[in-house]
């Protein structure tokens, strides 16, 4: 039975990181939900940082890994997203729920990362002044009414936007564009391929990347626990402005089912976390 379970562990750990992927995927293109979130709370942050540092010296190392996730987040994105939109629409509450849920309950999981090297008194300095700042951005962007006609320059400026959800996690980059009009014109580009939408965002995706991975991999590599506690920070602030709140007071049915979504997202993400413990340990030895 062990050898079994031993020799079945690869299929397990590529489906896992598969689901993983797409839950990230989904996670970039749902409203208020941040890709770069995902990753962080599924543990494979660090990894892709540092292969869009270095992606030819972590080529071979990182590629194999993070293959099944990279499909994942292609599913998630174009294929299952299209479908969950469709629930977003309908049942835009409950969605959001499960995701807050699912972000909440990979918490304990993502504070005992970030104290893999110690904690200090800056480390939660470092966690509350990244909150605050990421609060009085998201807010500001909410209370925004700014209108702006689609073009090649402001699709460079969405493709930035996507890059920056993944290299600063909590910057979901739904949240940018949709106070500015944007959102909803590059995601329909996206979803059906259109070279006057991919071909700017791919551009300034790829500049984004170019300019600002290596210094956020740096910024890891010399100050571990401030930066990945500001990241908590991050996650906290953003999670909590998704909450839907007002639908909680809508009625009693609403407001039970909002917390239901909220519950089966926690204990999907324990489950996850408790899954993905097991088959590192069973890695290691």
């Known amino acids: 039975m062990e050898k079994k379970s031993i020799k079945n562990l690869p299929v397990l750990r590529i489906l896992f990181r598969v689901i993983q992927g797409a839950f990230i995927g989904l996670g970039a293109v749902l409203p208020g939900i941040s890709g770069g979130v995902l990753c962080v709370v599924f543990g494979i942050y660090k990894p892709i940082m540092e292969l869009l540092s270095h992606p030819i010296q ?5 590629v194999p890994k993070l293959l099944p996730v990279i499909i994942g987040i292609g599913i998630g994105f174009l294929g299952i997203a299209n479908l969950l939109s469709f629930f977003l629409e309908k049942y835009p509450a409950p969605s959001v729920c499960l995701f807050v849920g699912l972000i909440v309950g990979m918490m304990p999981s993502l504070f005992r990362e970030a ?11 470092s ?27 402001w699709y460079l400026f969405c493709g930035f936007c996507l890059a ?12 940018l564009l949709m106070p500015l009009g944007l959102y909803t014109p590059f995601v329909d580009g996206i979803g059906h391929l259109n070279m006057d939408v991919l071909i700017p965002g791919g551009i300034g995706a790829l500049v984004t990347v170019i300019l600002l991975a290596k210094a956020v991999n740096l910024l890891f ?17 953003a999670t909590v402005m998704i909450i839907p709140y007002q639908s909680f007071a809508q009625s009693v049915s609403q407001c039970i089912i909002n917390v239901v979504c ?8 324990l489950l996850l976390d408790r899954f993905n413990q097991s088959v590192s340990i069973k890695e290691e030895g």
């Open 58 to 62: 972590k080529f071979k190392t990182h």
């Open 115 to 125: 104290g893999e090297q110690g904690r200090s008194k800056g480390s939660y300095i």
């Open 127 to 153: 966690l509350v002044i990244a909150m605050v700042v990421v609060f009085a951005l998201l807010l500001a962007l909410q209370f925004s009414s700014i209108q702006i006609v689609p073009n090649f320059a």
């Open 164 to 175: 920056l959800s993944v290299i600063a996690p909590g910057m979901s980059f739904s949240t």
């Open 221 to 237: 590599e010399r100050h571990y626990s401030l930066a990945f506690h500001a990241i908590i920070g991050i996650v906290i602030a």
């Open 262 to 269: 909220l519950a089966v997202g926690v204990v999907a993400a």
